[in-house]
């Protein structure tokens, strides 16, 4: 089946401070991969994506690789920001099939 | 271009109450799929609605149902709500064969007394 497991939270960094969430998933088949990040009263938005096996997906300063030969997909910053305070969802999203499997959250807090 | 609106924002119903949950697409889009995220868990897959019909369901029971509009607008409606039913709730559209890029609505807080 179709799963994804997440780093447990909640998370404490200072600004400017490197920052990594794992995931792993496990999945039938090839399926593309997701970061969405939700803020404090708001719905998911799009963080990143990978399609295929050693891709790496990058948005605003966040990275992640898709790793098949490990089935993870970790998160990655090198330097976050008070304003990336938020909670980050791993997901995947298998070749066949017509839904998202989300891991359960990583909450991260920066603080000045 | 407008994106996914949900309504109404929050709710509060009591146990054994009916409920319904609007959405409205991101324009041009044409499939709507469903989510109910609990408190600190991921959202879960509750259904899909593609030409107005169910197009793939999750693990939720039968007291959950939906609709599609011509418009592509869509509803989810709950009956016999239970305790357990108090979540947030997100609708997200897409186009039929690019479900990959969900874009989600900011969602309508139940919550079941």
């Known amino acids: 089946g179709n799963s994804v497991t997440q780093m447990e939270g909640p998370v404490t960094l200072s600004e400017e401070a490197f920052l990594t969430i794992n995931c792993t998933y496990t999945?039938?088949?090839?399926?593309?991969l997701f970061w969405y990040v939700q803020y404090p009263g708001e719905g998911l938005q799009l963080l990143l994506k990978?399609?295929?096996?050693?891709d790496k997906g990058s948005n605003k300063g966040f990275e992640a690789t898709y790793r098949k030969e490990t089935t993870s997909f970790h998160l990655e910053k090198g330097s976050v920001q008070v304003s990336d305070s938020a909670v980050y969802f791993c997901?995947?999203?298998?070749?066949?099939?017509?839904?998202?499997?989300f891991g359960t959250g990583t909450s991260l807090t920066v603080i000045p | 271009e407008t994106g996914v609106t949900q309504s109404p924002t929050h709710l509060i119903k009591t146990r054994g109450q009916q409920v319904t949950l609007r959405c409205s697409s991101q324009?041009?889009?044409?499939?709507v799929s469903w989510y109910q995220q609990a408190l600190g868990q991921g959202p879960q897959f509750i259904f899909q609605?593609?030409?107005?019909?169910?197009?793939g369901r999750g693990n939720f029971p039968p007291r959950f149902s939906g609709l599609q509009f011509p418009n592509y607008s869509s509803e989810l409606n709950v009956n016999a709500l239970e305790l357990d039913d108090s979540a947030l709730y997100l609708c997200?559209?897409?186009?039929?064969?690019?479900?990959?890029?969900?874009?989600f609505g900011p969602g309508t807080r139940l919550l079941v007394l």
């Open positions: 997200a559209s897409s186009f039929k064969g690019g479900e990959e890029t969900q874009y």
């Open positions: 999945a039938t088949g090839y399926p593309s």
């Open positions: 990978a399609t295929k096996a050693d």
């Open positions: 997901a995947l999203y298998p070749n066949t099939g017509n839904q998202f499997y």
């Open positions: 324009s041009g889009h044409n499939t």
């Open positions: 609605y593609y030409r107005e019909e169910e197009n």
